[in-house]
């Protein structure tokens, strides 16, 4: 279903494509940013509750900094420096965090309007041209993000670009979740569990070290579901740098598999991650302070987590890091799936 999700401030006229599946969830996407607006799950009583932090109106998303539900490109995380070498020329990219570049610099992909060239009731396909030296990156891309809702309650979202050049390229989704419901409070009782052994060192502008720690006998240990507030004040070094979680993983295993797991009490909603990149970075809304979001809440610090597949932050500058160099006319396909139950 198509409705009015309102009008930007260059009165592009932007739409709300809503799916649903037979098991009563529905998922809403703009095509303005490509962003997944809503999430709507039954809880164990029936009852429709969206998880998803969010706006209104295409508005809010214009005047929002936080990315609530955005696809970020063309490189999630952080380039250290805001800059890169690659084929021997050095790129230079806006730092807009720090000295560093965050989620592409700050011409956002979720503050463009996307081409919508497919949609029904279970999917939407939206398109994105990104030329020739965009955000600093060099090789034309055409990106394509696919959003599916199944009946087996997956929010399954596709990535697939061919560049005409080598460049970097690492896409992800920046929804925020709270499955008590997105104006519920603080997500400290909620349980996580991460499938990774280990988790990257970062300094203090959370660029990576090149250092894999272990989680054992840290309070990065979510192999085993745990409260998110059980050790998120500890005095423990990347929790103190972060604010709180705010790391990337190393997942375990290759391929597509299990990444992470949440799970409310209160509503009896559990949300599995899965994906087939190397790494997730896990935040855990340390930084907003009251945010006007959807239906009149109002979000505060730790309202919700991120499940941000990806490859490692700074991978380009870390030779012992999986790479996010893709090169002219390779296909770049990942997928993420999100899949929820209530009991």
């Known amino acids: ?14 739409a709300l ?3 649903k599946n037979r098991n009563g969830m529905e998922i809403a996407v703009s095509d303005y940013g490509a962003i997944l607006v809503k999430v709507m799950v039954p809880d164990r009583d029936g009852n429709l509750i969206d998880v998803v932090l969010g706006y209104d109106d295409v508005k809010g998303y214009e005047k929002g900094t936080l990315y609530f539900g955005a696809t970020v490109g063309r490189v999630a995380n952080r380039i250290g420096g805001g800059a890169f070498e690659l ?8 730092q807009n965090d720090n000295r560093n570049t965050l989620h592409g610099g700050t011409d956002y992909y979720d503050k463009r309007m ?3 060239e497919e949609a029904d009731d279970r999917h939407v396909s939206l398109a994105l041209h990104s030329p020739d030296g965009d955000q600093g990156f060099p090789g034309a891309v055409d990106i394509k993000v696919v959003y599916t809702l199944t009946d087996d309650n997956e929010v399954k979202i596709q990535y697939h670009a061919v560049p005409e050049a080598d460049t970097l390229l690492n896409l992800t ?10 104006g519920s409070g603080n997500i400290l009782e909620q349980e996580v569990m991460i499938c990774g052994d280990a988790y990257a060192r970062a300094d203090a502008e959370s660029i990576p070290s090149g250092e894999l720690v272990y989680v054992e006998g840290t309070p990065m240990d979510f192999r085993s579901r745990k409260p998110i507030g059980r050790e998120i004040e500890a005095a423990y070094e990347a929790l103190e740098l972060g604010q709180g979680y705010d790391h990337n993983w190393a997942l375990n295993g290759s391929g597509y598999r299990q990444a992470a797991a949440m799970w409310s009490e209160q509503t009896g909603i559990e949300m599995k991650v899965y ?3 190397p790494g997730m970075q896990f935040y855990t809304g340390n930084f907003i302070v009251s945010e006007s979001g959807k239906e009149g809440a109002v979000y505060g610090k730790r309202q919700a987590a991120c499940f941000e597949s990806q490859y490692f932050p700074d991978a380009v500058h870390k030779e012992q890091f999986e790479g996010p160099v893709v090169r002219a006319g390779e296909s770049y396909d990942t997928v993420t799936v999100y899949q929820f139950s209530w009991k």
């Open 114 to 116: 996307w081409k919508v």
């Open 17 to 19: 494509y809503t799916l």
């Open 87 to 94: 084929n021997g020329e050095t790129y230079t990219l806006t």
């Open 1 to 14: 279903m198509k409705s009015d999700f309102g009008t930007t401030a260059k009165g592009e006229s932007v």
């Open 275 to 277: 994906t087939d990149l």
């Open 173 to 182: 989704n920046h929804s925020y979740f709270n499955l008590s419901g997105h």
